[in-house]
């Protein structure tokens, strides 16, 4: 059965960085696009990050540009998302999906990977 499964997440202190994982089982990470959200207690879900598997480009939402980094592994199995300098308010869980938009996207959603930031 074809799936993304989300690892990687932790407790981290403010200023720490975290690599997530989000590797696919039952097919390759070629040509799709790869969003990941997150979602705090209370708060809606949001985009973080978009990666491009066609082209190998990523973009990123204002809440982790220039503190994330999206790459993918050469067997196109599992893109990584990088979080740098953390912050309180990245404590979140954090999913990944083959959509870059939540809203057209209506296939399962993982568990995620909960990412805490505290000291």
């Known amino acids: 059965q074809a799936q993304l499964v989300e690892s990687g997440g932790g407790l981290v202190q403010p200023g720490g960085s975290l690599r997530l994982s989000c590797t696919a089982s039952?097919?390759?990470?070629?040509?799709?696009?790869i969003g990941w959200f997150r979602q705090a207690p209370g708060e809606e879900r949001e985009r973080v990050a978009c990666?491009?598997?066609?082209?190998?480009?990523?973009t990123y939402e204002d809440s982790v540009k220039g503190r994330a980094s999206l790459t993918r592994d050469n067997d196109k199995t599992t893109v990584y998302l990088e979080l740098n300098n953390l912050k309180a308010e990245d404590t979140a869980r954090y999913y990944c999906?083959?959509?870059?938009?939540?809203?057209?996207?209506?296939?399962?959603w993982g568990e995620g990977t909960q990412v805490t930031v505290s000291s």
């Open positions: 999906v083959t959509s870059c938009d939540s809203s057209i996207y209506f296939g399962p």
């Open positions: 039952g097919f390759i990470l070629d040509d799709y696009f």
């Open positions: 990666f491009d598997g066609e082209i190998g480009s990523a």
